[in-house]
């Protein structure tokens, strides 16, 4: 999907959402090679936390705000299917990469994402830009992806976030504070000129 800044927010999203299909692809061609899988799987299950995190922390706030009852419908189903999410990365991380039971349970974890992220792509996101606007939508792209870099690359090994579980279901408004603590694009960027 091309980045325009008329659909910045709905790039940016989407732009993950694929991210997290090649990894899971990458699990599923590297079958019989553990260690490979287990990489793949890592890299992915981070992706899967790094967005979720800034889905949370962003856009079903914008949801709740700006489409009154039906945005927080959809932001409670959306935190529903995290929660689904969450759990089943939990189970994952204590059995083996590669094994017949690892592989069904992250097949249902990604079956469950696709719904999810269709759902996101086609009904959450174009109702929510029809009130940001264009402008809305792309300063709501650039915080979105800020997150990204706010969350953790590897899992941490400090409280609270000892695991990627750990970082998913830390609680949104501690981490919403700590995200209001950096500097915004639009800081960095006049602190450059200066």
Known sequence: ???????????????????????????????????????????LFWEIARHAVGEEIIIYPLMEKHLGSKGLELADQDREDHQFVKENLYKLEGMNAGTPAYDQLLKTVMDHLHEHNDSEEQKDLPLLFEKLGAEGAATAAASFKRTKGFAPTRAPNKPPFETLVGLMTAPIDKLRDAFAQFPTTEEKEAAARN
């Open 1 to 43: 999907m091309s980045t325009t800044n008329k659909d910045a927010l709905m790039a940016a999203v989407a732009d993950d959402h694929q991210e997290m299909y090649e990894y899971y692809d990458q699990y599923v061609k590297n079958a019989g090679k553990p260690d490979a899988q287990q990489r793949w799987a890592n890299q």
